[in-house]
């Protein structure tokens, strides 16, 4: 670059603005990580560049660790859980893993859960309350079903990180079906610890028919 073109570069300011919260989120980029800027050959457009980043030394990520002692619970994916845009989770298992989400039955608040999958992405999920026995996870569910390729009667595994970002972090795992290496019984959403105890998720989840969640979505 020359040094003409280098000044007036350094004149102008370059505010970024839509979509860069998205871009963010997806590739992670933390504070003392480092934005690159080139100039594209060939250039589509005066405005057209290309953009790289770089990972401070501190920031390096670290492959999840999904051990089996920190293993919560599982749910089995029904046809309405990949097929729509939400997943229902019971309240006991969201009262007995994820303690810090506490909303009342008739509040429409919403939380965020932050879950880091298999491959070291991380996944923002809004959770709200669907009613007394139910949870429902809404927005970011879908985007993770259609990346991780998720279908019914594969296995959703809830993990507890072994270094949480923050209260509401915690691991999560696609187990394809018939992969020998689930930790339970395919339907089961017992803790590790609970031998022999499942829970009845019922209701508009996971044991009812495709057509009774659907009207339950409306």
Known sequence: MDHARHTLLRRRRLHVHRLWPEFIKFHNLKASDKIRFYDPVPRLHTH?????FVKGEENVAQMPEFRK??????????????????????????RNHFPEIDIAPLDRMTEIIKFTDAQNKDWYMDISRYNSDFYMII????????????????LINFYA??????????????????????????????NEGDEGKQSDRGGPSHRGSNKDKEIAIG
């Not at 057209?48 to 790289?52: K, M, Q, S």
């Not at 749910?75 to 969201?94: A, C, K, Q, T």
């Not at 949480?164 to 972090?169: G, L």
Request: aromatic share 10%; proline share 5%.
């Open 48 to 52: 057209h560049y290309l953009i790289a």
């Open 161 to 190: 990180p072994v270094q949480p970002s923050h209260e509401q972090h915690f691991l999560i795992e696609c187990v394809r079906n018939g992969d020998e290496n689930n930790l339970t019984e395919p339907g089961s959403t017992k």
């Open 69 to 94: 002692d920190n293993f919560l619970f599982q749910i089995e994916m029904s046809p309405g859980d990949v097929g729509y845009s939400n997943l229902f989770i019971s309240s006991n298992d969201v």
């Open 139 to 154: 927005e970011g569910w879908d985007g993770f079903v259609t990346e991780r390729n998720v279908k019914a009667k594969d």
